[in-house]
């Protein structure tokens, strides 16, 4: 019960990310594990600085 509510939680916390987006050509043992993805952040690129690297992905 605890992956399907971790699943949920993923998908709430950004709902309309995942309603934009066409999950259709993901594969099947991917979408069973969303729930992995927990916790996450989206990052929203700058842009004015399109062709620079985000901060955060240095970071991590």
Same mark, same amino acid.
Request: aromatic letters at 10%; glycine letters at 2%; charged letters at 30%.
């Given at each position: 019960?605890?992956?399907?509510?971790?699943?949920?939680?993923?998908?709430?916390?950004?709902?309309?990310?995942?309603?934009?987006?066409?999950? *259709?050509?993901?594969?099947?043992?991917?979408?069973?594990?969303?729930?992995?993805? @927990?916790?996450? *952040?989206?990052?929203?690129?700058?842009?004015? @600085?399109?062709?620079?690297?985000?901060?955060?992905?240095? @970071?991590?």
């Amino acid at each position: 019960m605890q992956p399907l509510l971790d699943t949920l939680e993923v998908i709430e916390g950004h709902k309309n990310f995942w309603q934009e987006r066409d999950l *259709s050509d993901l594969s099947p043992a991917f979408l069973r594990r969303l729930n992995e993805l @927990k916790p996450y *952040s989206l990052v929203k690129p700058d842009p004015d @600085k399109i062709f620079e690297t985000s901060a955060i992905f240095l @970071k991590t």
